[in-house]
């Protein structure tokens, strides 16, 4: 179905219609992607509670409307009912169909919770709904709680829950034609919305991501309606007529919906400032971040707005990250040291992974392959020598006979090697630190320099070497008499 889409279609707006329907992201070129996550709209990308909203919407009122036809049915029996559990049933194989990911989980369950509430003529739009969507999936799952997925999708629907609660008591529904003004009105609460989400996730998208996309606003309010009115709908069309190869004519329509989008997108990444870069800041800001939107969230007297307090601390510790001096791969393979012109340099054979979420975690917008990263340290075959902002001589060795040499002069040795006994100077992380520490980071304070590790060298994980009776593990190619490479403050992170 994604080949048949994407054909169908062609180009971009066919890989992003594709993805839209089976979650399937492989044909989104990353420029596509940049453009799409600078507009604030790449959450529509994965499949979560816009989609599940009009999956099961569509289903619901097909059902309902086809059912109606017949008086005898509309009269004799609950379609409206009969309608909410086949919406039931479509929306849980939708969920199926697009590889249950954990926001499309939770928009599952809050979907069957309120179609379920349908059968009980009930009202169903609650925060009580979320807490039983965040428990189902957290006994399923329990790992997600502290990924970017759950944390955005819970944090985005509970502003959403909380701000329609307030707004519920505050405007009256329109009745009878709406007139310019009550269509004004609600055009501003449909923006609120916007606004709502997005403040709410704004936290969680900086902690994991390291940046804010200012725009994303004007790009949802612009994005949204193709997505709303044209894309999802006929979506939800083509893939009911999938089986019997009557789609080609919907996944066409369904294009002209996902090309404004991309456009949108692209216009609005190309404004200054759409993305603002953060350096990396501690799990403690975005836990206080968390602490602000829970109370505000739970409360629905005035105490809500002592958030506030919380909130504002936390959005002053999103912009004081502290910048570390050194980054190592976990094998050694690589270092990213910082130069005089306060931007990392990359000694060694670091990958392409490694060094993209060191730039990103640097609040840094290079691409890994950006000449500047190389530019400054001089290499041959042994390996790799350079300066850091202060004057420290930073040495890679990537060769045994590189050592005698490095070890005189460096300040720092990074090797995947085993260091010599006798090279005891600089401070050297070698291959027995990184399989005791894992990757490394370091900053230069005052006095002895703060390095802190994946993880402590007494963890052991079960496809790992066994530690040695007295506790440490067996050396591999040093003796057991040997100093410690790095100060005692290394340590799990």
Not at 305 to 322: D, F, H, S, V
Not at 355 to 365: I, K, N
Not at 370 to 377: A, F, R, Y
Request: glycine residues 10%.
């Amino acid at each position: 179905m994604t080949e048949r889409i994407a054909r169908v279609i062609g180009g971009q707006s066919g890989a992003l219609a594709a993805a839209l329907v089976t979650g399937k992201r492989d044909l989104i070129s990353e420029p596509t992607n940049d453009a799409l996550r600078a507009a604030g709209v790449y959450h529509i990308v994965s499949v979560s509670g816009l989609h599940m909203v009009l999956a099961a919407g569509a289903f619901f009122w097909t059902a309902r409307a086809i059912l109606a036809l017949s008086p005898t049915l509309a009269l004799g029996w609950p379609i409206k009912k009969i309608s909410a559990v086949l919406a039931m049933a479509g929306a849980t194989a939708y969920c199926l169909f697009t590889g249950s990911e954990v926001a499309t989980e939770r928009s599952l369950i809050m979907i069957l919770i309120m179609l379920g509430a349908i059968l009980a003529d009930r009202p169903a739009l609650s925060m009580r709904n979320l807490a039983i969507a965040a428990i189902i999936v957290l006994v399923r799952e329990p790992e997600t709680l502290v990924g970017p997925s759950f944390q955005m999708s819970f944090a985005a629907v509970a502003g959403l829950v909380a701000y329609a609660e307030w707004s519920r008591n505050r405007f009256a529904e329109p009745t009878g034609r709406p007139g310019p003004l009550t269509r004004i009105v609600w055009l501003l609460i449909l923006f609120a919305t916007t606004v709502v989400a997005t403040v709410a996730t704004a936290p969680y998208a900086a902690f994991h991501f390291q940046r804010l996309n200012p725009f994303g606003l004007i790009g949802n309010m612009l994005a949204l309606p193709f997505v709303s009115l044209i894309v999802m709908p006929a979506a939800v069309a083509g893939v009911l007529l999938w089986p019997f190869g009557l789609d080609g004519v919907i996944w066409q329509m369904m294009g002209w919906g996902t090309a404004p989008v991309i456009r949108i997108s692209q216009t609005v990444a190309s404004l200054g400032g759409s993305v603002a870069p953060l350096r990396a800041f501690g799990a403690g800001t975005a836990l206080l971040a968390t602490v602000g939107l829970l109370w505000f969230v739970i409360w629905r007297s005035p105490l809500r707005w002592a958030a506030a307090a919380p909130a504002l601390i936390a959005a002053y510790g999103m912009t004081r990250g502290e910048p570390v001096d050194l980054l190592m791969a976990r094998s050694g393979q690589g270092v990213a040291y910082r130069a005089p012109d306060g931007k990392f340099v990359v000694l060694g054979e670091a990958s392409k992974f490694d060094v993209t979420f060191w730039l990103q975690a640097d609040g840094d917008q290079r691409k890994a392959g950006d000449p500047s990263l190389k530019s400054g340290p001089t290499c041959d075959r042994l390996g790799c020598t350079g300066k850091d902002r202060v004057g420290r001589v930073i040495a890679w060795v990537k060769d045994v006979r590189a050592f005698p040499e490095d070890c005189c002069r460096a300040d720092i040795i990074v090797t995947p090697l085993n260091a010599p006994i006798w090279c005891v100077q600089p401070l050297i992380a070698d291959r027995k630190t990184f399989n005791d520490y894992g990757a490394l980071s370091v900053r230069f304070a005052v006095g002895e320099p703060i390095v802190s590790g994946v993880r402590h060298p007494t963890e052991r994980r079960r496809w790992q070497a066994a530690m040695a009776p007295n506790g440490r593990e067996p050396a591999r190619g040093v003796s057991d008499n040997r100093p410690p490479q790095l100060p005692h403050s290394a340590g799990g992170n």
